[in-house]
C-alpha cells in the first residue's frame, strides 16, 4: 500500500491544468458505445475509474482504441452489446455500476457486476428498486455488489421520485428508459449534476427538462459525436483550497468545467471569504467552462447553506480543510450521503482532522468544524479505500508546520493520476513511497 508524506510549502503559483471530468468521461464511453457510428473523445480522464467503464465495455464487444486522453469509439448502436464472458469488474467506481446496471438491465444478455472492497459496501438498493418497478431482474447480496443481471426482460417506463439528490440513480433510469415502452420519468427534490441529460442531447436525443422533471421517450436511438472533456471541479477543488489556506498563493486553473450543478464548491469558497476569481467563461461541447483564479485567503467559518449541499458533495473533504483553516466555526448539515460516498466521508475525515488536532463534532447528518492550525499528527492518515481523502490531506500540508503522512494512497490514481506531478508544479511538496 502506497504513502504519501506531505509538507509545509512556501508558496504555490503557477498555471495548471487538471484532467478530464470523471462522470463525463463515463459518459462519453457508455452513450459512445450504444451510438451509430464513430464517437472521437478527447481529454479522456485516464483514471481507474473511467478506465474500468471502458474496459467494460470493450468486454462486451465494443472497439474502442485508445492513445492517451484521446479515445475512439466504434458505437455498436443501441442492441449491439455483446454478452460478457466474464463479470464486469468496475473496481472502486460507484458511477460506472450504478449507470452500467440501468443500461444492462435492459440488454437481452445476463450480467454481473462487481468492484473492489470499497464499492463491494456501498448500497445499491437505490437503483435496484426503481429497476425492478420498470420490470428488470437485478439482484445484489443485501442489495450490494455483485450485481446479476437476468436480462431479456422488457422494461416499462416509470415516473420515479428520487428519495435522494442523486444523478447516479437519475441516470441509471434514464439509461433503462431508453429501452423502455414510453415515457420516463424522474423527479427530482434537489439538484443533481446533469451530465447524462447533457450528452443524451448531444448525441441527438430528445429529454425534456423543467426544473425538477427530467422525461424521456424510449425506443430512439443516439447518433456518435465529438466530445471534449472539460477539466474536473472535482480534481481542481484540491488545488482551490490549497491556494486559498496557503500564506502566499496565486494560482490559475484553466478550464475548468463550471456546470452549475457542480460548483458549490466555488460558492462555499467565496462565502468562507474565498478569494476566487472565475475569466474566460465560454462554453464547449453544451458545458461550461471558466479558468479560476485563486488566492492566499483569510477564510472564515460559515454555516454551509443547505441548497448547496449536492451541488459540491464530492467537494466536502477538501472544504474540511478548508474550514479547518478558516477563523471560527464551519457548520456542515443535511450531508448524509457522504457517509455512502467511497468511504463514510463525515466519520473518516473527523478521524483525520483529529489526529491532526482540530477540534470537530460528528453529526449524524453532517459535521461542525471549529477552525485552528494542524498541529503534528498522532497518528497517520487512513484513506479507506477513498481517493478524496488521500487528497484533501495531501494539501492540508500546505498549512502545516509538520508533515503530515497518508497511508494507502494508492486510489488516488481512480480519478487523478497526475496529481502529484501537478502538486508539486506549483509548489506543494508530496511524496509517495510504495
Ligand atoms: C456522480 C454522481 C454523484 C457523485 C459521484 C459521481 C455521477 O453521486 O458523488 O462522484 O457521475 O453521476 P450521486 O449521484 O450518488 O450523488
Do not use: W
Not at 437476468?150 to 440513480?169: D, M, W
Not at 420519468?185 to 425538477?212: A, C, K
Not at 462565502?271 to 472564515?300: F, H, Q, T, Y
Not at 482532522?353 to 494542524?374: A, P
Amino acid at each position: 500500500m502506497a504513502s504519501f508524506v506531505t509538507s509545509h510549502s512556501k508558496s504555490l503559483s503557477g498555471s495548471i491544468r487538471v484532467p478530464g471530468d470523471k462522470s463525463i468521461s463515463h459518459r462519453s464511453i457508455m452513450l459512445g458505445s450504444i451510438a451509430t457510428g464513430t464517437t472521437r473523445v478527447s481529454g479522456f480522464l485516464q483514471g481507474e475509474d473511467s478506465l474500468a467503464t471502458l474496459n467494460a465495455f470493450k468486454e462486451m464487444g465494443v472497439s474502442i482504441e485508445r492513445k492517451g486522453s484521446d479515445v475512439i469509439i466504434q458505437g455498436v448502436g443501441m442492441y449491439g452489446l455483446k454478452m460478457p464472458t466474464n463479470s464486469l469488474n468496475l473496481g472502486n467506481s460507484g458511477t460506472s455500476i450504478r449507470l452500467m446496471s440501468g443500461l444492462l438491465s435492459a440488454q437481452s444478455f445476463n450480467s454481473e457486476l462487481c468492484g473492489d472492497k470499497s464499492l463491494s459496501k456501498r448500497p445499491m438498493g437505490r437503483v435496484i428498486e426503481p429497476l425492478r418497478q420498470m420490470g428488470a431482474d437485478i439482484s445484489g447480496p443485501n442489495s450490494m455488489p455483485p450485481l446479476s443481471i437476468n436480462g431479456g426482460k422488457t422494461l416499462s417506463a416509470i415516473e420515479y421520485t428520487l428519495p435522494v439528490a442523486s444523478a447516479q440513480i437519475k441516470s441509471c433510469i434514464l439509461l433503462a428508459g431508453l429501452y423502455s415502452k414510453g415515457s420516463t420519468t424522474v423527479i427530482e427534490n434537489g439538484i443533481s449534476r446533469d451530465h447524462t441529460e447533457r450528452m443524451l442531447r448531444g448525441f441527438g436525443y430528445e429529454v425534456q427538462t423543467s426544473p425538477n422533471k427530467i422525461s424521456i421517450e424510449g425506443g430512439g436511438s443516439l447518433k456518435a459525436c465529438n466530445i471534449e472533456v472539460p477539466s474536473d471541479i472535482s480534481s481542481a477543488a484540491f488545488f482551490m483550497v490549497a491556494a486559498c489556506i496557503s500564506d502566499d498563493a496565486d494560482i490559475i486553473l484553466e478550464a475548468v468545467n463550471i456546470n452549475p450543478t457542480r460548483t458549490g464548491v466555488i460558492d462555499i469558497l467565496k462565502l468562507m471569504g474565498g478569494n476566487v476569481e472565475l475569466s474566460n467563461e465560454r462554453v464547449d461541447a453544451g458545458e461550461l467552462i471558466a479558468d479560476i483564479r485563486v488566492r492566499s485567503s483569510n477564510l472564515k467559518g460559515i454555516q454551509i447553506p443547505k441548497k448547496l449541499v449536492p451541488l459540491a458533495i464530492d467537494e466536502f473533504p477538501a472544504i474540511f480543510i478548508a474550514a479547518s483553516c478558516a477563523n471560527g466555526e464551519t457548520l456542515l448539515t443535511g450531508a448524509k450521503e457522504l457517509r455512502v460516498k467511497e468511504s463514510d466521508r463525515i466519520q473518516v475525515m473527523a478521524d483525520g482532522l483529529t489526529s491532526l488536532g482540530i477540534i470537530n463534532h460528528v453529526l449524524e447528518d453532517g459535521i461542525r468544524i471549529v477552525g485552528g492550525k494542524f498541529k503534528e499528527q498522532t497518528a497517520p492518515i487512513e484513506s479507506h479505500h477513498d481517493h478524496r481523502i488521500s487528497m484533501a490531506f495531501a494539501i492540508a500540508s500546505v498549512s502545516s508546520d509538520s508533515d503530515i503522512k497518508i497511508e494507502g494512497v494508492d486510489n488516488v490514481k481512480t480519478s487523478f493520476p497526475n496529481f502529484i506531478a501537478l502538486a508539486n508544479s506549483i509548489g506543494m511538496s508530496i511524496t509517495e513511497s510504495a
